[in-house]
Protein backbone atom coordinates (compact mmCIF):
# COMPACT_ATOMS: atom_id res chain seq x y z
CA UNK A 1 0.00 0.00 0.00
CA UNK A 2 1.20 3.32 -1.00
CA UNK A 3 1.67 6.41 1.37
CA UNK A 4 -1.73 7.90 -0.29
CA UNK A 5 -3.74 4.92 -0.42
CA UNK A 6 -2.73 4.21 3.48
CA UNK A 7 -3.72 8.05 4.66
CA UNK A 8 -6.96 7.35 3.17
CA UNK A 9 -7.67 4.12 4.76
CA UNK A 10 -7.19 5.95 8.34
CA UNK A 11 -10.64 7.39 7.31
CA UNK A 12 -12.39 4.26 5.68
CA UNK A 13 -14.57 2.45 8.36
CA UNK A 14 -17.72 -0.14 7.75
CA UNK A 15 -20.11 1.70 5.62
CA UNK A 16 -18.35 4.59 4.74
CA UNK A 17 -19.31 6.78 1.25
CA UNK A 18 -14.96 6.88 0.85
CA UNK A 19 -13.87 4.87 -2.05
CA UNK A 20 -15.45 6.03 -4.99
CA UNK A 21 -14.74 9.20 -7.33
CA UNK A 22 -16.88 11.22 -5.39
CA UNK A 23 -19.04 10.49 -2.06
CA UNK A 24 -22.48 9.48 -2.73
CA UNK A 25 -24.60 10.92 0.24
CA UNK A 26 -28.84 10.77 -0.40
CA UNK A 27 -28.27 11.20 -3.97
CA UNK A 28 -25.80 13.95 -4.00
CA UNK A 29 -22.08 13.24 -5.35
CA UNK A 30 -19.28 15.42 -3.06
CA UNK A 31 -16.29 15.18 -4.60
CA UNK A 32 -12.57 17.28 -4.59
CA UNK A 33 -9.70 17.31 -6.60
CA UNK A 34 -6.06 19.26 -5.98
CA UNK A 35 -4.18 20.11 -8.59
CA UNK A 36 -0.71 21.90 -7.36
CA UNK A 37 1.79 23.91 -9.08
CA UNK A 38 5.07 22.11 -9.15
CA UNK A 39 3.34 18.95 -8.64
CA UNK A 40 0.30 18.70 -11.55
CA UNK A 41 1.77 21.04 -13.30
CA UNK A 42 4.21 24.17 -13.53
CA UNK A 43 3.44 27.59 -14.65
CA UNK A 44 5.59 27.74 -17.95
CA UNK A 45 3.55 24.78 -19.30
CA UNK A 46 -0.10 26.43 -19.22
CA UNK A 47 -1.56 29.86 -19.14
CA UNK A 48 -3.36 30.93 -16.44
CA UNK A 49 -6.57 30.35 -18.06
CA UNK A 50 -5.75 26.49 -19.32
CA UNK A 51 -4.73 26.60 -15.64
CA UNK A 52 -8.19 27.55 -14.66
CA UNK A 53 -10.19 25.16 -16.84
CA UNK A 54 -8.28 21.86 -16.11
CA UNK A 55 -8.34 22.59 -12.84
CA UNK A 56 -12.11 22.10 -13.24
CA UNK A 57 -12.41 19.90 -16.11
CA UNK A 58 -10.40 16.86 -14.38
CA UNK A 59 -12.95 17.95 -11.14
CA UNK A 60 -15.67 17.67 -13.56
CA UNK A 61 -14.60 14.41 -14.39
CA UNK A 62 -15.05 12.66 -11.16
CA UNK A 63 -19.02 13.42 -11.14
CA UNK A 64 -19.19 12.42 -14.41
CA UNK A 65 -17.81 9.10 -13.42
CA UNK A 66 -20.41 8.63 -11.47
CA UNK A 67 -23.35 9.59 -13.88
CA UNK A 68 -23.66 12.60 -12.02
CA UNK A 69 -24.58 16.29 -13.33
CA UNK A 70 -22.52 18.61 -11.68
CA UNK A 71 -24.43 21.70 -9.96
CA UNK A 72 -22.38 23.76 -7.88
CA UNK A 73 -18.81 24.29 -7.02
CA UNK A 74 -16.59 25.61 -3.63
CA UNK A 75 -13.21 26.86 -4.83
CA UNK A 76 -9.87 27.11 -3.24
CA UNK A 77 -7.29 29.04 -4.46
CA UNK A 78 -3.66 29.79 -2.72
CA UNK A 79 -2.14 32.19 -4.72
CA UNK A 80 1.45 33.67 -4.83
CA UNK A 81 1.93 37.28 -4.07
CA UNK A 82 3.73 37.85 -7.45
CA UNK A 83 0.39 37.00 -8.85
CA UNK A 84 -1.25 39.95 -11.11
CA UNK A 85 -4.54 40.95 -11.05
CA UNK A 86 -4.50 40.40 -15.10
CA UNK A 87 -3.26 37.17 -14.37
CA UNK A 88 -6.04 36.35 -11.23
CA UNK A 89 -8.47 37.24 -13.98
CA UNK A 90 -7.13 34.72 -16.56
CA UNK A 91 -7.29 31.69 -13.90
CA UNK A 92 -10.56 33.11 -12.99
CA UNK A 93 -11.69 33.08 -16.35
CA UNK A 94 -10.94 29.73 -17.17
CA UNK A 95 -12.52 28.14 -14.11
CA UNK A 96 -15.83 30.30 -15.04
CA UNK A 97 -15.27 28.72 -18.28
CA UNK A 98 -15.23 25.16 -17.58
CA UNK A 99 -18.25 25.57 -14.94
CA UNK A 100 -20.17 27.38 -17.80
CA UNK A 101 -19.93 24.55 -20.34
CA UNK A 102 -21.29 22.15 -17.83
CA UNK A 103 -23.89 24.99 -16.32
CA UNK A 104 -22.26 24.77 -12.78
CA UNK A 105 -22.46 27.45 -10.40
CA UNK A 106 -19.90 28.65 -8.46
CA UNK A 107 -21.32 29.17 -5.11
CA UNK A 108 -18.10 30.01 -2.58
CA UNK A 109 -14.76 28.90 -1.29
CA UNK A 110 -11.45 30.53 0.05
CA UNK A 111 -8.25 32.50 -0.92
CA UNK A 112 -4.95 32.54 0.79
CA UNK A 113 -1.75 33.68 -0.27
CA UNK A 114 0.79 31.28 -0.78
CA UNK A 115 4.43 30.86 -2.43
CA UNK A 116 3.14 28.88 -5.58
CA UNK A 117 -0.34 28.78 -6.78
CA UNK A 118 -2.25 25.78 -5.35
CA UNK A 119 -5.89 25.18 -6.38
CA UNK A 120 -8.66 22.78 -4.44
CA UNK A 121 -12.23 22.31 -5.88
CA UNK A 122 -14.90 20.57 -4.61
CA UNK A 123 -17.71 19.86 -7.02
CA UNK A 124 -21.41 19.13 -5.55
CA UNK A 125 -23.39 16.57 -8.31
CA UNK A 126 -26.90 15.01 -8.46
CA UNK A 127 -27.57 11.63 -9.65
CA UNK A 128 -30.48 8.92 -9.67
CA UNK A 129 -28.39 6.55 -11.31
CA UNK A 130 -24.58 6.30 -9.80
CA UNK A 131 -22.16 4.48 -11.47
CA UNK A 132 -19.59 2.98 -8.38
CA UNK A 133 -16.61 1.14 -8.65
CA UNK A 134 -18.40 -2.01 -6.83
CA UNK A 135 -20.50 -4.39 -8.94
CA UNK A 136 -17.82 -5.99 -11.13
CA UNK A 137 -18.18 -9.58 -11.70
CA UNK A 138 -16.62 -12.56 -12.52
CA UNK A 139 -16.08 -13.09 -16.80
CA UNK A 140 -17.05 -8.99 -17.11
CA UNK A 141 -15.33 -7.00 -19.66
CA UNK A 142 -13.10 -4.46 -18.64
CA UNK A 143 -12.87 -1.58 -21.10
CA UNK A 144 -11.42 1.93 -21.71
CA UNK A 145 -12.94 5.06 -23.83
CA UNK A 146 -11.10 6.82 -26.12
CA UNK A 147 -7.20 6.44 -26.55
CA UNK A 148 -4.44 6.46 -23.73
CA UNK A 149 -0.90 6.84 -23.36
CA UNK A 150 -0.74 10.36 -25.02
CA UNK A 151 -0.80 12.17 -21.68
CA UNK A 152 2.18 10.75 -20.64
CA UNK A 153 3.86 11.41 -24.10
CA UNK A 154 2.86 15.19 -24.03
CA UNK A 155 4.30 15.43 -20.35
CA UNK A 156 7.57 14.29 -20.92
CA UNK A 157 7.71 17.06 -23.88
CA UNK A 158 7.30 19.21 -21.52
CA UNK A 159 9.44 18.07 -18.84
CA UNK A 160 12.86 17.91 -21.24
CA UNK A 161 11.38 21.89 -22.46
CA UNK A 162 9.56 21.43 -25.45
CA UNK A 163 5.92 22.55 -25.94
CA UNK A 164 2.44 20.63 -26.54
CA UNK A 165 -0.94 22.08 -28.71
CA UNK A 166 -3.43 23.76 -26.50
CA UNK A 167 -6.05 21.05 -27.71
CA UNK A 168 -3.60 18.43 -26.51
CA UNK A 169 -4.96 15.57 -23.68
CA UNK A 170 -2.36 16.99 -20.91
CA UNK A 171 -3.79 20.42 -21.45
CA UNK A 172 -7.24 19.72 -22.50
CA UNK A 173 -8.91 16.54 -20.64
CA UNK A 174 -12.07 14.98 -22.92
CA UNK A 175 -14.75 14.09 -20.63
CA UNK A 176 -17.58 11.50 -21.55
CA UNK A 177 -20.58 12.39 -20.22
CA UNK A 178 -22.89 11.59 -23.21
CA UNK A 179 -21.36 7.69 -23.01
CA UNK A 180 -21.59 7.63 -19.20
CA UNK A 181 -25.18 8.95 -18.85
CA UNK A 182 -26.64 6.39 -21.93
CA UNK A 183 -25.11 3.48 -21.20
CA UNK A 184 -25.05 3.26 -17.15
CA UNK A 185 -28.28 1.26 -17.11
CA UNK A 186 -25.48 -1.39 -19.07
CA UNK A 187 -22.99 -0.80 -16.87
CA UNK A 188 -21.44 -2.72 -13.79
CA UNK A 189 -19.35 0.05 -12.94
CA UNK A 190 -17.08 2.13 -13.38
CA UNK A 191 -14.45 5.33 -12.80
CA UNK A 192 -12.29 7.44 -14.57
CA UNK A 193 -8.63 6.96 -15.30
CA UNK A 194 -6.81 9.48 -13.27
CA UNK A 195 -3.61 7.17 -12.47
CA UNK A 196 -3.09 5.62 -15.36
CA UNK A 197 -4.78 2.49 -17.06
CA UNK A 198 -2.84 -0.15 -14.52
CA UNK A 199 -3.30 1.62 -11.45
CA UNK A 200 -6.68 2.18 -11.91
CA UNK A 201 -7.59 -0.92 -13.00
CA UNK A 202 -5.67 -2.09 -9.72
CA UNK A 203 -8.61 -0.23 -7.66
CA UNK A 204 -11.47 -1.58 -9.53
CA UNK A 205 -10.06 -4.93 -8.61
CA UNK A 206 -9.34 -4.41 -5.04
CA UNK A 207 -12.74 -2.45 -4.71
CA UNK A 208 -13.90 -5.54 -5.88
CA UNK A 209 -12.12 -8.53 -4.28
CA UNK A 210 -11.25 -9.69 -7.85
CA UNK A 211 -8.32 -10.21 -10.30
CA UNK A 212 -8.23 -9.31 -14.05
CA UNK A 213 -6.80 -11.38 -17.33
CA UNK A 214 -5.62 -9.39 -19.78
CA UNK A 215 -6.66 -9.85 -23.77
CA UNK A 216 -3.37 -9.36 -24.91
CA UNK A 217 0.36 -7.56 -24.03
CA UNK A 218 -0.30 -3.64 -23.04
CA UNK A 219 3.21 -1.27 -23.04
CA UNK A 220 4.38 0.44 -19.92
CA UNK A 221 4.22 3.75 -20.97
CA UNK A 222 0.57 3.38 -22.28
CA UNK A 223 -0.70 1.58 -19.25
CA UNK A 224 1.05 3.75 -16.72
CA UNK A 225 0.23 7.12 -18.43
CA UNK A 226 -1.43 9.43 -16.14
CA UNK A 227 -4.18 11.96 -16.07
CA UNK A 228 -5.87 10.75 -18.95
CA UNK A 229 -9.20 11.20 -17.35
CA UNK A 230 -10.81 8.81 -19.66
CA UNK A 231 -13.44 6.33 -18.46
CA UNK A 232 -12.64 2.61 -17.00
CA UNK A 233 -15.52 0.66 -17.19
CA UNK A 234 -17.22 -3.14 -16.97
CA UNK A 235 -19.83 -4.64 -18.42
CA UNK A 236 -21.36 -8.42 -19.01
CA UNK A 237 -20.27 -9.71 -22.24
CA UNK A 238 -24.19 -9.98 -23.46
CA UNK A 239 -23.92 -6.18 -23.38
CA UNK A 240 -21.22 -5.90 -25.80
CA UNK A 241 -23.33 -5.39 -29.14
CA UNK A 242 -25.46 -2.53 -27.13
CA UNK A 243 -22.50 -0.74 -25.28
CA UNK A 244 -20.82 -0.70 -28.83
CA UNK A 245 -23.74 1.00 -30.26
CA UNK A 246 -23.92 3.65 -27.94
CA UNK A 247 -20.51 4.01 -28.29
CA UNK A 248 -20.75 4.78 -31.84
CA UNK A 249 -23.64 7.22 -31.03
CA UNK A 250 -21.67 9.20 -28.94
CA UNK A 251 -18.43 8.54 -30.94
CA UNK A 252 -16.70 7.03 -28.03
CA UNK A 253 -14.02 4.77 -28.87
CA UNK A 254 -13.88 1.68 -26.69
CA UNK A 255 -11.17 -0.95 -26.38
CA UNK A 256 -11.63 -4.09 -24.15
CA UNK A 257 -8.53 -4.55 -22.38
CA UNK A 258 -9.52 -7.53 -19.72
CA UNK A 259 -11.87 -10.26 -18.16
CA UNK A 260 -12.63 -9.88 -14.22
CA UNK A 261 -11.33 -13.05 -12.83
CA UNK A 262 -11.22 -14.72 -9.43
CA UNK A 263 -8.08 -13.61 -7.35
CA UNK A 264 -5.95 -10.25 -7.03
CA UNK A 265 -4.28 -7.99 -9.34
CA UNK A 266 -0.74 -6.72 -8.82
CA UNK A 267 -0.52 -3.04 -10.60
CA UNK A 268 3.42 -2.21 -11.87
CA UNK A 269 3.51 1.40 -12.04
CA UNK A 270 4.86 3.85 -10.02
CA UNK A 271 2.41 6.28 -8.35
CA UNK A 272 2.51 9.24 -9.55
CA UNK A 273 1.98 11.73 -6.79
CA UNK A 274 3.57 10.35 -3.48
Not at 188 to 193: A, L
Not at 225 to 252: C, D, H, N, V, W
Request: charged share 25%.
Amino acid sequence: MNAENYFISTFCALGTPIGDDGALIEGWVYSKDLFFENIHFKREWLTFYQIGYKAMIINISDAVAMNAVPKYALIGAAMPKSISLEQMRELSSGIQAAASEYKIEIIGGDTISNSKLDLSITILSKTSTPLLRRGLKRGDIIAYTGEIGKSAKQLRYLLSGGRVHTKSRFVTPILRQSFVSQSRRYLRCGMDISDGLFSDIGKLCSSNRMGAKFFSKIEKNIGCSGEEYEMLIAFSPKQFKTITKIAARTRTKITPVARAVRGSYINRCKHHHF
